[in-house]
C-alpha cells in the first residue's frame, strides 16, 4: 500500500492551526493545498495563518511560558517524554504521511519518525539535567554564596525554513521547549500536512495548552511579523538564507532578541544553551 | 519589627521589645566603610581633644590598690605631663587639654578614687552587679551598688544577667535592671551588654531595646573581661538601636563602646560613626564614651604630632 | 551632667574660626559641648601619575600618532579643566589596528599554548597592582570617580579580573565539558566611561584567555586608564598587536565595529548605542555582546533587615554617582514599612558627602561629563515638572568648579512615570510601593530591561521565590552592587546579550565544537 494508492482514497482534509492547545481555522479564512509528493493531487487544505493568528499564538505562548518554566524540571522531562509516546502511537500516521507527502521509502520515513521519537526522549532525559550541566557555584571573593542558573528566555519564534525533516523538527521544538520556554512555529508545506497529527501528539501529552503553538503558512508572509513581535524573545531561523537571517537580526533589534541560527545537526545541550538566560544570584554568608 | 517580644512593665503594663534583625554581612560592610574616613589636619585635632575628654579612664584588676587607683585618678585629671603641655600651648593650634570623662573602678576602689577626684567634674563610675559574670544572687548585685553609690560612685555600669537572656527570660533581664536603676538612685546608669557572649547582631539589637527600655541611661558593649570586646560593628547595631529607641520615644540614650580600643586611630573611626549614624547631638561626653585606659597616651601622642609635627616617644609620656 | 537629653533645639555651627576662637573657653565648657565634626580636605597626592600632554594610539606594541594628526581634550570632571588631549584614532588607524590585531592572532596568539598565554595575563595583572595606586588616582582624575572607590573597588577588581582569566588559558577543556573551544580571532571591544579601567579587564581578560586578539576603544572621555593598561601591557612583553587600545569617539567606534576583518564585537554601553551595532553586524558573522542599560528593581520586604536594606539602597543608586549600567534605580518598598524606609534613607543620604573625588572622604565624586549632567539635570526637571515629591540631600556643597550632583530621589512615583521607566544613570532614585510579593515581582519585571534586581527580606524561602520570579542576570539578595570577577555578569531583553565573568565569561569568545 503506497501513500499514493492511501492519498487517492483519502478525503482532503482542512488541516487546522494549533493554538493554545485547540485547534482553530485561521480567522482570515485562507488556505492552500498541499499536493502529495509528485503529483497533482491535493493531500489537504492547510490554513494559511495571518498575522492575527501569529498574534494569537504568541499571547498564547506568553501566558503558558511562565507556568512551564514553573513546573518541576521532572515533569517537564515526564510531559517530553509523554511526548515520544505520543509520537509512538502516531507512528503509522507520520510514516504514511511522510512516504505520501516527501515521497519517502517506508524504511527512510520510519528512520525519520524513529529519529523524532528519538530526540524527544533525549531532551526528555536532558531537562533535568541541563541546569546541573550548565549552573555553577561562583567562588566569589567575599562572605557571599553565588551561584548561576539557567533559566528560560521565554517565548520562541521558530522560523521553519527548509525542508522539512520531521526528525529535525521535533529536535528544534524539543530543545525548545526543553528549557522552560514556549514556543510558536510557523512552517510551510510539505510539513505543515502534518500540522494536525503533530499537534495530536503535543495535545495529548499532558504539555500545557500554549506551551507549543504551530502555523502553517507562508513564511515570506509572516516571518517580519515574527520578528518585530514584541512579546517575543528569541527567533530561532532554520534556513541557509543569510540575507533573511540578517533581516530578522534587524527585525530583533527593537526589543533585543537573542536570534539563534540553527547550526544544530544533532541532539546536543547547545541547542538548549542557546534558548537560555543565565541568572546569578548573591546572597550574604552570615549569622 | 515584625514580630515583638513582650515584657511586663510596672502595674502589668506589656512593654513590648523591637525586634529588627540585623544582617551581619551587611552590617560588618557598613562598619568597615567607617574605617576608610580619614580625618586629617583641623578636624583630627578637634576630634583627638574630643576623645580625651570622653574617656571612661579605666581600671578593672584584682590586684587595684589604692594607690594605683590615685595615680590612674591624678593622670585622669592631668591627662598629660605638665613640661609637655607647656611646650604644646606655646603652639598656636593647642587647645586647653580636657580631663577626661570618668574615672571607672571597682566598688571597693570607688572610696579612693572619690578623694582623688575631690573638686574636680570628673566623674566616678564603677562597675558593679557582680561584675563582669554578674552570677551572684540579685540582692548581692543591688547592694553591690548601693555600696558603690554609697562611697560616691554617680555611674554605675551594671552587667546584664546574659544568663537569664540566653535561656529566653527576657522578664528578668528586664526586672533586674529595673531593680538596679532603682539601687542606683541619682547615679547614671550604663548597661553592659556583653556583646561577645551574645554573639549575634540580632540578640545585640534586642538586648539594646531591652536595656533601653528597662532605664538604661546608656548601653554599653563589654566588660573588657571577654573577647571580642568592643567592635565597629558592635557599636554599629547599638547606635542603631539608639536611634530606633530615639525615633520612637524622643529619648537620647548614650553609647559606650569598651575594651578594645587601643589607639586613636580606631578612637576616630568610632567618633566618625556615630557623627553619621546618630549626629553631632551624640559628640559629647554626656551621650559617648570610651572605655578605655591605654587610650588615652595614644591619643596624646597623637595630639603631640599633630601640633609639633614631630614624631612622640612613648616616654614622653606618662604611664598612668 | 550625664542626663536623659529630649531632643535640643540648638544646632551648633561652627565655622573653622569659630573652633580656634571655642578653644579659649573654660576646659569642661568646651569639652562637654557636642562639636560639629567637619571633616578637613584629605586629597590623595596626584604626584604619583605623570599624564602625558599628548596621549597616542596603541597599536602593534607601540605608541605611534594617530594617521590624521588630530588629537581632542579629555577633561577632569571634579574641576572641568583640560587634563590631556588624546589621539583621535581614523579609520586608517583603525584599519591598522586591525591588521596587526590580524596578524598577531594569525602568526602568534592562535599558535601559543595556553599555558603560555596564561603566562602573560598573570604578568599583566601583578604589574596592575603593583601600579594600583598610579592606576586609581588616573582614573579618579579622568573619570570623577572617588579616590576611595577607584582605590577600593575598580582597580583592585580589574587585577583580579586578569588574575581570574589567566587561569582559564590552559584549562578551556574544563570549561564546557566535552567540548573544544576555539578562539574567534581578532575582538573589537568598545567599553563605556563609567569604569574605564574596570570594562577593559572585563572585555581584555577573557578575549586574551581565549586567545583572540583585542582591538579595544575606551570611550572618548575616559581614556588615560587604558592608555596607561597600554604601557603595562607593553611592559609585559605581551606579543605586540595583541592587544591594541585606540583611542576616539563614536566615529572611529563605527569604524571598528564595521571593519570587515572583524571576528567578534563587544560592546558595553548604551542601549541605544548597542542597538545600533547590533544593525551594523547583524549582516554579518560577526558574534556580538552587549552590556547594556537597565532601570533595575530593588525591592525591600518589611521583615528585612531594614537598616542594611537602606544602606543597600544607597549603595544601590548613589555608587559611583549613579553611573552604573545595574543601578538600583527603582525602590520598590512593602507599603508597610515604606515610611519608616524613607526616613532611614533621608537620614542616610543627608551624611552623603558630594565632592572633590580625590579627597577620600568623597562618597560621591564628579559626574563624568557636562553633558552627561545636563542628562540628568533635564530628567530631574522634568519629573520634577511632572509633580513627583521630590527629595535631595547631602552632607556637603558640592564644588563650584566641575561637575556635580547630588544624590536625590523622588517618592510614590507611578509606574508610568517617564522617572520610573527610563535609565538616568545619575544619582537619582525613585520609589514606589507594593503589597504582596506577587506585585513586587510582577513590578520589577515591569521595564524593557533585566539586568540586575536587589531584594531584601530575612525569609529565605521568600528571598528564594523572589530570585526565582525576578527576569534579571543578577540578583542581589540582601545586598546589592557586588562584582567579583568569577560572577557572571549581563542582563535579559534590552539589557544585552551574554554573560561577562566566571565560566559563563568566556561563551561569547569561543566557537564550541
Known amino acids: ?287 | 519589627m515584625i514580630h515583638d517580644r513582650f515584657v511586663t512593665g510596672h502595674g502589668g503594663t506589656k512593654i513590648p521589645i523591637p525586634y529588627q534583625p540585623v544582617d551581619q554581612v551587611g552590617a560588618e560592610e557598613r562598619a568597615a566603610f567607617f574605617t576608610k574616613r580619614s580625618i586629617k589636619k583641623a578636624s583630627k585635632l578637634d576630634a583627638l581633644y574630643t576623645i580625651i575628654s570622653m574617656i571612661d579612664l579605666t581600671t578593672l584588676e584584682g590586684a587595684d590598690t589604692p594607690g594605683r587607683v590615685k595615680q590612674l585618678c591624678a593622670k585622669a585629671r592631668f591627662p598629660i605631663p605638665s613640661g609637655i603641655d607647656q611646650e604644646l600651648s606655646q603652639h598656636p593650634k593647642a587647645r586647653p587639654m580636657p580631663s577626661v570623662a570618668a574615672v571607672c573602678v571597682y566598688p571597693n576602689m570607688v572610696p579612693h578614687a572619690a578623694r582623688a577626684l575631690e573638686g574636680t567634674d570628673i566623674h566616678l563610675a564603677s562597675v558593679a552587679t557582680g561584675f563582669p559574670a554578674g552570677q551572684v544572687p540579685l540582692n548581692i548585685r543591688v547592694a553591690d551598688v548601693k555600696a558603690a553609690v554609697s562611697y560616691g560612685a554617680d555611674e554605675i555600669d551594671m552587667v546584664i544577667n546574659r544568663s537569664a537572656f540566653l535561656s529566653g527570660d527576657y522578664q528578668t533581664v528586664f526586672d533586674e535592671i529595673v531593680q538596679i536603676k532603682e539601687a542606683c538612685g541619682e547615679a547614671h546608669l550604663k548597661v553592659i551588654l556583653e556583646t561577645g557572649e551574645l554573639l549575634t547582631y540580632d540578640r545585640v539589637q534586642f538586648a539594646s531595646h531591652l536595656a533601653m527600655l528597662a532605664g538604661a541611661d546608656f548601653i554599653k558593649t563589654s566588660t573588657g573581661k571577654v573577647n571580642p570586646a568592643a567592635t565597629l560593628p558592635v557599636t554599629l547595631v547599638m547606635l542603631n538601636a539608639i536611634k530606633d529607641y530615639h525615633r520612637s520615644t524622643g529619648v537620647k540614650i548614650g553609647m559606650k563602646p569598651a575594651g578594645g580600643i587601643r589607639t586613636a586611630k580606631q578612637a576616630i573611626q568610632y567618633l566618625c560613626m556615630v557623627n553619621e549614624v546618630l549626629g553631632p547631638d551624640w559628640l559629647t561626653p554626656d551621650m559617648f564614651r570610651f572605655g578605655a585606659s591605654s587610650l588615652l597616651n595614644d591619643v596624646l601622642k597623637q595630639i603631640y604630632k599633630q601640633i609639633t609635627g614631630r614624631y612622640y616617644y612613648d616616654k614622653i609620656f606618662s604611664i598612668d | 551632667m550625664l542626663s536623659k537629653n529630649k531632643d535640643s533645639k540648638k544646632k551648633k555651627k561652627k565655622n573653622k574660626q569659630g573652633k580656634s576662637k571655642d578653644a579659649k573657653v573654660k576646659k569642661t565648657e568646651a569639652s562637654r559641648k557636642p562639636f560639629q565634626f567637619d571633616y578637613d580636605e584629605s586629597l590623595e597626592s596626584t604626584d604619583v601619575v605623570n599624564i602625558k600632554e599628548k596621549n597616542q594610539l596603541f597599536i602593534n606594541g607601540r605608541f605611534v600618532d594617530p594617521a590624521e594628526g588630530k588629537y581632542f581634550p579629555t577633561l577632569n570632571p571634579g574641576t572641568g579643566d583640560v587634563l590631556a588631549e588624546v589621539a583621535e584614532a581614523s579609520g586608517k588607524d583603525v584599519d591598522r589596528a586591525v591588521q596587526a590585531a590580524r596578524k598577531a592572532y594569525e602568526n602568534v596568539w592562535s599558535k601559543m599554548s595556553g599555558q603560555e598565554r596564561g603566562r602573560y595575563i598573570f604578568r599583566i595583572a601583578r604589574l596592575l597592582q603593583e601600579r594600583a595606586r598610579e592606576f586609581a588616582v588616573l582614573e579618579t582624575l579622568d573619570n570623577g570617580k572617588p579616590i576611595k572607590e577607584s582605590r577600593d573597588n575598580d582597580i583592585p577588581l580589574v587585577a583580579a579580573h586578569f588574575f581570574y582569566n589567566a587561569g582559564w588559558a590552559d584549562k578551556l577543556d574544563f570549561a564546557f565539558p566535552g567540548k573544544k573551544l576555539k578562539p574567534l580571532g581578532v575582538a573589537a571591544q568598545i567599553i563605556p566611561w563609567n569604569f574605564p579601567l574596570l570594562m577593559a579587564a572585563w572585555k581584555i581578560a577573557p578575549a586574551l584567555a581565549t586567545g583572540n586578539t583585542v582591538v579595544l576603544k575606551p570611550a572618548e572621555t575616559t581614556s588615560l586608564s587604558a592608555l596607561l593598561l597600554a604601557e603595562v601591557i607593553q611592559e609585559s612583553g605581551l606579543p605586540e598587536g595583541v592587544v591594541n587600545i585606540i583611542t576616539g569617539a563614536g566615529a572611529t567606534g563605527s569604524h571598528l565595529v564595521n571593519h570587515a576583518d572583524v571576528n567578534k564585537v563587544a560592546f558595553t554601553g548604551s542601549t541605544a548605542v548597542g542597538k545600533m551595532i547590533a544593525k551594523a553586524t547583524a549582516k554579518s558573522n560577526k558574534k556580538l555582546t552587549l552590556e547594556l542599560g537597565g532601570k533595575s528593581a530593588h525591592i525591600i520586604y518589611e521583615d528585612a533587615a531594614i537598616d542594611q536594606a537602606v544602606e543597600g539602597v544607597v549603595n544601590g543608586i548613589f555608587f559611583n554617582q549613579g553611573h552604573v549600567c545595574c543601578a538600583g534605580s527603582r525602590l520598590l518598598v512593602e507599603e508597610s514599612i515604606a515610611p519608616l524606609v524613607i526616613e532611614k534613607l533621608k537620614d542616610r543620604m543627608s551624611k552623603i558627602r558630594v565632592g572633590n573625588p580625590l579627597d577620600k572622604n568623597t562618597d560621591i565624586g564628579a559626574i563624568n561629563s557636562h553633558r552627561e549632567l545636563e542628562k540628568i539635570k533635564g530628567f530631574v526637571r522634568d519629573a520634577k515638572q511632572e509633580g513627583w515629591e521630590f527629595y535631595e540631600a547631602a552632607a556637603t556643597e558640592p564644588p563650584s568648579q566641575g561637575f556635580y550632583h547630588k544624590p536625590c530621589f523622588f517618592n510614590d512615583v507611578a509606574s508610568s512615570a517617564t522617572i520610573f521607566r527610563k535609565e538616568v544613570f545619575g544619582p537619582v532614585l525613585t520609589v514606589s510601593t507594593f503589597r504582596t510579593p506577587a506585585e513586587a515581582i510582577a513590578k520589577a519585571n515591569d521595564t524593557p530591561y533585566g539586568l540586575a534586581a536587589g531584594v531584601w527580606s530575612e525569609k529565605a524561602s521568600k528571598i528564594q521565590k523572589t530570585a526565582l520570579g525576578l527576569k534579571a542576570g543578577v540578583i542581589w539578595a540582601n545586598t546589592y552592587n557586588k562584582f567579583d570577577p568569577s560572577s557572571p555578569f549581563g542582563g535579559y531583553f534590552e539589557s544585552g546579550w551574554g554573560r561577562e565573568g566566571g565560566r559563563h565569561g568566556l561563551y561569547p569568545y569561543v566557537e564550541v565544537n
Open chain 1, 1 to 287: 500500500m503506497s501513500g499514493i494508492n492511501q492519498a487517492s482514497s483519502h478525503i482532503a482534509k482542512t488541516t487546522k492551526l494549533f493554538i493554545k492547545g485547540e485547534f482553530p481555522r485561521t480567522e482570515s479564512g485562507r488556505s492552500f493545498p498541499v499536493k502529495v509528493h509528485g503529483g497533482e493531487q491535493v493531500f489537504a487544505h492547510i490554513c494559511q495563518a495571518s498575522r492575527k493568528d501569529l498574534r494569537n499564538a504568541v499571547e498564547a505562548a506568553k501566558a503558558a511560558q511562565p507556568g512551564w518554566a514553573g513546573r518541576t524540571a521532572y515533569n517537564r522531562a515526564q510531559i517530553l517524554y509523554r511526548m515520544a509516546e505520543m509520537a509512538e502511537g502516531k507512528r503509522h500516521e507520520l510514516v504514511e504521511g511522510l512516504k505520501t507527502l516527501m515521497g519517502l521509502s517506508e524504511d527512510k520515513a520510519d528512520q525519520e519518525v524513529q529519529q523524532g521519537i528519538d530526540s524527544l526522549v533525549y531532551y526528555a532525559g536532558f531537562a533535568d539535567k541541563y541546569s546541573q550541566v550548565m549552573a555553577s557555584v561562583n567562588p566569589v571573593a567575599g562572605p557571599f554564596h553565588n551561584f548561576t542558573t539557567p533559566d528560560a528566555v521565554g517565548v520562541v519564534g521558530l522560523l521553519y525554513d527548509r525542508d522539512f525533516s520531521l526528525a529535525h523538527f521535533f529536535s528544534t521544538i524539543a530543545a525548545v521547549v526543553c528549557a522552560g520556554n514556549s514556543v510558536v512555529v510557523v512552517f510551510d508545506q510539505p510539513g505543515a500536512a502534518l500540522l494536525s497529527e503533530m499537534g495530536e501528539i503535543f495535545k495529548t501529552s499532558d504539555l500545557p495548552a500554549g506551551v507549543i503553538n504551530l502555523l502553517s503558512g507562508h513564511l515570506d508572509e509572516l516571518y517580519s511579523f515574527l520578528g518585530e513581535h514584541m512579546e517575543v524573545h528569541s527567533i530561532l531561523y532554520t534556513g541557509n538564507d543569510s540575507q533573511r537571517l540578517g533581516e530578522l537580526k534587524e527585525m530583533a533589534i527593537e526589543n533585543m532578541k537573542r536570534v539563534v541560527p540553527w547550526t544544530f545537526d544533532n541532539c546536543d545541550l547547545e541547542p538548549i544553551v542557546s534558548f537560555t538566560e543565565s541568572k546569578t544570584v548573591w546572597h550574604p554568608v552570615g549569622i
